[in-house]
């Protein structure tokens, strides 16, 4: 079992930046795959960027690329990510998810957290 929190979320202008992270229980953390997801209101949860526990990445939409970093620090059981550029288009809550081992490109994922609340003005 692995618990979850996000945290980083907050109010930020157009073009500025946040780090969002995310806290994970657990002594085997590094044999996670970890994974970050968004929702905006009224729109279903969009698939961000993954990074797996052999240390591949993946991203999501082509909005996020060049701007958006996911990493990871085992020994803190905590995954970044790293948000540049921001847009008033990013605003939403995002999640943090995990599952055991797996492929980043695999968007299956067994936990979740309760999500931190993104706001990009304009």
């Known amino acids: 079992q692995v618990q979850l929190v996000e945290s980083g979320g907050g109010l930020v202008q157009a073009g500025g930046s946040l780090r969002l992270s995310c806290a994970a229980s657990?002594?085997?953390?590094?044999?996670?795959?970890v994974g970050w997801f968004r929702q905006a209101p009224g729109k279903e949860r969009e698939f961000v960027a993954a990074?797996?526990?052999?240390?591949?990445?993946?991203y999501g939409p082509d909005s996020v690329k060049g701007r958006f970093t996911i990493s990871r620090d085992n020994a803190a059981n905590t995954v970044y990510l790293q948000m540049n550029s921001l847009k008033p288009e990013d605003t939403a809550v995002y999640y943090c998810?995990?599952?055991?081992?797996?492929?980043?490109?695999?968007?299956?994922?067994?936990?979740w957290g309760q999500g931190t609340q993104v706001t990009v003005s304009s």
């Open positions: 998810a995990a599952r055991k081992f797996g492929g980043s490109d695999n968007r299956q994922y067994d936990y």
């Open positions: 657990g002594r085997t953390f590094r044999t996670y795959t």
């Open positions: 990074l797996s526990w052999l240390g591949d990445s993946t």
